[in-house]
C-alpha cells in the first residue's frame, strides 16, 4: 500500500502523501458528508483532475485534518464488524479494541488484497482519460458490506481476534471513556461485586477522583440519586431536546436540588407527587435512550426527599 508517485515539471519525483486513502475516500456513502461539519475534507472535489491536479485539493489530502478525519470515520464503520459490547465511543483511546479500529491503513490495505477496492495507482488509471469525469457517491451499505469481509480477514491474519478476546477477558478502568455507558456500569458491577442500580453512582467524576486517591478501595455508595449525575452521561443536549418544555424546566430545577413541593409550586403542579411522576417518565426515557437501567422502574429510587 503505497502513495502515488509522480514527476514535477523539473524532472523530479513528488510523493503524494495521504494518497493512498483517496478510493477508500470515495468509497464513503454521502449520508456521512452530511453530519461532518469539517468542510475542508468533505468539499474535497470528487474529480480526479483536481483530485491529482489541483494544488488545493492536493494540499487538503495532504493535510493532518485528512489524516484524522479518514482514522475517525472508518473507526467508526470497522467497529461495528468487531463484536465488542457497546459503541465506540465507550471505550477510551486506552482501549486496544478502540486503537484497532482506528488503523485506517490495515483495512484499507486488506480491502485491496480481497480486491474489493483498488489501489490508488490502478484508481488514477481507471480515471487517468476522464480526468473531469463526477465520481459518483456508492450505495447506502456498499462499505459496511465490504468490512464485513475485510475486517475479519485483517483480524485473523494478524492474529487480533485472539488478542481481543483476551482483552475483553481482562479489562480494567482505563478502557472506558469519561462517559456514562451500559458496558461501563456492567463492567463495574462485577468489579465491586454489586448488581444494584444505584452502582452508575460510582461513576461520577468526583467518585472516580476518590477511587484514585484511595488506590482502589472500595467506595462507599453515597445515596445520590440519578439526577445528581445526568449532566455527566452522554449527550444529554441531544436527550433534552426530546422533552417537553414542562419536563425541560422540572429537571432544570430539580438538578438544582430544589424540593419537588417548590417545583409544584412554582410551575402550577397541585401536588409534589405529580412532580415525582414527571421526574420518573424523564428518567424511564433516558434510560431508554442510552439503553441503560437506572431504576427508574422502582420507586424508591426517586421517593427518597430531603
Known amino acids: ?13 513528488r510523493v503524494y ?11 464513503l456513502p454521502e449520508r456521512m458528508f452530511k453530519f461532518v461539519a469539517n468542510k ?25 485534518v485528512f489524516l484524522n478525519f479518514m482514522f475517525n470515520i472508518y473507526a467508526m464503520f470497522v467497529w461495528q464488524q468487531m463484536n465488542i459490547p457497546g ?7 486506552d482501549d486496544p479494541g478502540w486503537c484497532f479500529a482506528h488503523r485506517v491503513h490495515l483495512f484499507v490495505q486488506a480491502m485491496e488484497d480481497l480486491q474489493l477496492l ?13 480526468l473531469d469525469g463526477e465520481i459518483e457517491y456508492v450505495k447506502d451499505g456498499v462499505l459496511e458490506f465490504i468490512l464485513s469481509l475485510a475486517v475479519p480477514y485483517a483480524m485473523r491474519r494478524d492474529g487480533y481476534n485472539v488478542y481481543l478476546k483476551i482483552v475483553e477477558e481482562n479489562r480494567c478502568h482505563e478502557d472506558f471513556a469519561h462517559r456514562l455507558s451500559w458496558v461501563k456500569i456492567d463492567f463495574y458491577r462485577k468489579w465491586y461485586h454489586r448488581k444494584d442500580n444505584q452502582i452508575a453512582t460510582i461513576l461520577t467524576p468526583d467518585v ?11 467506595i462507599i455508595d453515597d445515596g445520590q440519586c440519578f439526577e445528581d449525575h445526568i449532566w455527566d452521561a452522554l449527550d444529554v ?11 425541560r424546566k422540572i429537571l432544570a430545577l430539580r438538578l438544582k436540588k430544589r424540593p419537588l413541593q417548590e417545583i409544584a ?24 435512550y442510552l439503553g441503560m437501567d437506572f431504576g427508574f422502574s422502582e420507586a424508591k429510587i426517586m421517593e427518597k426527599e430531603a
Open 40 to 64: 475542508e475534507v468533505t468539499s474535497i472535489p470528487r474529480t480526479p483532475r483536481k483530485l491529482f491536479y489541483d494544488p488545493e485539493t492536493i494540499r487538503r489530502v495532504e493535510s493532518d
Open 118 to 130: 483498488p489501489d490508488v495507482g490502478t484508481f488514477y488509471d481507471a480515471w487517468k482519460n476522464n
Open 265 to 288: 409550586d412554582r410551575l402550577g403542579f397541585k401536588t409534589h407527587s405529580a412532580v415525582l411522576k414527571r421526574i420518573r417518565r424523564i428518567g424511564k426515557a433516558f434510560e431508554r
Open 208 to 218: 472516580n477522583r476518590t477511587y484514585a486517591a484511595n488506590r482502589g478501595n472500595e
Open 1 to 13: 500500500m503505497k502513495p502515488l508517485c509522480y514527476d514535477l515539471h523539473d524532472g523530479t519525483g
Open 237 to 247: 443536549e441531544c436527550f433534552c431536546k426530546t422533552l417537553t418544555e414542562m419536563d
Open 87 to 93: 459503541r465506540l465511543e465507550d471505550y477510551s483511546d
Open 17 to 27: 502523501k495521504n494518497s493512498e486513502l483517496i478510493p477508500a475516500f470515495m468509497l
